[in-house]
């Protein structure tokens, strides 16, 4: 099963970016659908965007269409979410995870799950 690590959180200030990314290993990264996920503190984990397997498909929880971009480079096995304009509010653990279904959005739809990344926006 494909082993995931995320890296690129910090602190920014509002209205900055932060690149985060997800590195794949195990075998068979280009064969998963892959999903970016958050939590804050006292709230469910959320879907933030997914793309899937060659990358030419992407869709976005509604609270970052527009700031927010995931891609992929199979050749690297590697998922990105490029986060611009950020808010407070999008203050989280930030996910990366894994998954055979196609246009997921659901966490149970996932099979596999990185340690997750802190990412802090101050006003």
């Known amino acids: 099963q494909v082993q995931l690590v995320e890296s690129g959180g910090g602190l920014v200030q509002a209205g900055g970016s932060l690149r985060l990314s997800c590195a794949a290993s195990?075998?068979?990264?280009?064969?998963?659908?892959m999903g970016w996920f958050r939590q804050a503190p006292g709230n469910d984990r959320e879907f933030v965007a997914g793309i899937l397997r060659l990358g030419g498909n992407t869709f976005y929880a509604d609270s970052v269409k527009g700031r927010f971009t995931i891609s992929r480079d199979n050749a690297k096995n590697t998922v990105y979410l490029q986060m611009n304009s950020l808010k407070p509010e999008d203050t989280a653990v930030y996910y990366c995870a894994a998954t055979s279904r196609w246009s997921a959005s659901m966490e149970y739809e996932y099979i596999a799950w990185g340690q997750g990344t802190q990412v802090t926006v101050s006003a």
């Open positions: 195990g075998g068979g990264f280009s064969s998963y659908n």
